[in-house]
């Protein structure tokens, strides 16, 4: 096994001495690259945004991420580059140069992160000039409506993970959107015409904790057969935080995150699949709206910062009742595909789920991949209520599926999340609606079933009495004004 070494700007540094929970950040700042800062250390601010060299087909996509909740020992191999890389004071990169042109810093501490996230659109294959200029939102980049594009074609969305303290979003959106193509003679450009590095079999002791990334399925499931207290990782957004803010410290982690077996996708005319440790914002770009309530889900999942490591795997895999993506799934139908060393076996997300942050995982156990059986239903929405419309955890969030033919309501599957122990399917709100004609008064009779599905809490985001409000007030939301992006899309074309 080669050494392990981490290639930073350029130079490769050995990781030697890291524990499995030194997180990149710190580990950056220990060697003297201070760019990148520590905001909030659970991936809410984007202060130690970095860029990684990812896969984009044969070619490579610089990725931003935070810091912050990557384990360094899981970038083994890898490529990364930050602020002080783009550019220096002699030679500002074009983001930097734009930035300071436009007068987008101003205490300067959030600046390295906006500057790596803004880069990572600077170099987005495919951008190109849009057709509209949106405004800027008084929430700054999270605020970004869904047609925040500048003249240049720069998203704003990919800043939504990104915070500014000083409330300077004004002249960083001005910034961005003056920002041009990258030059000819630009290398980080002409790195996306080379593969990206290929994931590194690793095994880092230090400090009593180990690290290992397995070169392939069938290892790691020996391995977690052979060591059930092993922790699984993938993303890190849920550990990252764990490690950041309560102290968690595991004697042995397992990154399952560049395994081929578990970054599966196939679309075929009985489903969709899609392999637990894809990242989200992966999934969205191959999906390409091919299923409208995952296109709807994803944009609202925490920040593009989070998407470009968090995976459909790890949301379920904590178990938690306020995730984001059960109440989709159980809207969809979806199954899990578990696998372990003894094989696989399949069930149903609204099997899968058995109480508090307690599911039917066995020991050493993986969810390999979610499959979403096809056709489709006609009418898909998801609504996430929040106090924040981006980048939050969401106080009650619903998945609706229907088909309604000739103006009645012939299936119905409802899934929610944060009124329960579990994320629950409404049963009796979907018996509610089966064989009623859909209109006004069918949906304020179901409503007021909805309203009362599941035992919601009270808690720092919602009372119990909002959460219950907002589930009746949802179905009708649906009926006035999300009726109008009903798909036909019964099949997915592949």
Not at 305 to 328: C, E, F, K
Not at 431 to 460: C, F, I, K, Q, Y
Request: proline letters at 6%.
């Amino acid at each position: 096994m080669e050494e392990p070494v981490l290639t930073v700007n350029g130079r490769r540094r050995p990781l030697t001495g890291v524990t499995a929970h030194t997180t990149a950040l710190d580990w950056l700042r220990s060697t003297g690259l201070t760019g990148a800062k520590e905001g909030c250390a659970e991936g809410e601010c984007g202060a130690c945004a970095v860029l990684i060299a990812t896969p984009d087909g044969d070619g490579t996509a610089w990725t931003a991420v935070n810091s912050c909740l990557v384990p360094v020992a899981a970038l083994d191999g890898q490529e990364l580059v930050t602020a002080e890389g783009l550019g220096s004071p002699e030679s500002l990169h074009p983001v930097q140069r734009e930035l300071a042109e436009a007068g987008g810093s101003q205490c300067g501490y959030c600046t390295p992160g906006f500057v790596c996230s803004m880069a990572a659109e600077f170099y987005r294959a495919g951008r190109a000039p849009a057709t509209g200029v949106g405004g800027a939102s008084d929430d700054g980049a999270d605020g970004a409506s869904d047609a925040e594009h500048g003249p240049n074609g720069f998203d704003l969305h990919a800043l939504g993970g990104n915070l500014c303290r000083c409330t300077g979003y004004r002249p960083i959106r001005d910034a961005a959107y003056a920002l041009g193509t990258p030059e000819a003679d630009d290398a980080l450009a002409a790195r996306r015409e080379r593969p990206a590095p290929a994931a590194a079999a690793t095994d880092l002791a230090a400090a009593g904790t180990r690290f290992l990334r397995p070169s392939a399925l069938d290892e790691a499931l020996r391995l977690l057969h052979d060591e059930p207290s092993a922790v699984v990782v993938a993303g890190s957004t849920d550990l990252g935080v764990e490690v950041n803010l309560r102290g968690r410290r595991d004697p042995l982690v397992v990154a399952i995150d560049r395994l081929d077996e578990l970054r599966a996708f196939a679309v075929d005319g009985d489903a969709v699949e899609l392999g637990a440790a894809l990242p989200l914002s992966e999934i969205e770009q191959r999906l390409d709206g091919r299923v409208p309530l995952l296109a709807q889900l994803i944009p609202q999942f925490a920040s593009r910062l989070i998407r470009n490591r968090a995976t459909l795997g790890g949301n379920l895999g904590t178990g938690s009742p306020i995730g984001d993506a059960p109440p989709a799934l159980l809207a969809l139908d979806a199954r899990l595909v578990l696998v372990s060393h003894d094989g696989e076996r399949e069930v149903g997300v609204a099997d899968y789920f058995t109480g508090y942050r307690e599911t039917v995982l066995r020991p050493g156990e993986l969810i390999r991949a979610v499959r979403i059986p096809l056709p489709l239903a006609r009418l898909t929405a998801f609504h996430k209520i929040a106090k924040r419309r981006f980048d939050d955890i969401s106080s009650v969030a619903l998945g609706f599926a229907f088909d309604v033919d000739d103006g009645v309501v012939t299936a119905a599957r409802i899934g929610l999340g944060g009124v329960a122990a579990t994320p629950v399917r409404a049963l009796a709100t979907e018996a509610a609606l089966v064989d009623r004609p859909w209109n006004l008064a069918t949906v304020r009779s179901a409503a007021a079933v909805l309203a009362g599905e599941g035992t919601p809490m009270s808690d720092h985001r919602a009372s119990s009495e909002y959460r219950s409000i907002m589930l009746g007030n949802a179905l009708v939301r649906l009926f006035h004004g999300d009726a109008h992006r009903a798909t036909d899309r019964r099949e997915v074309p592949a």
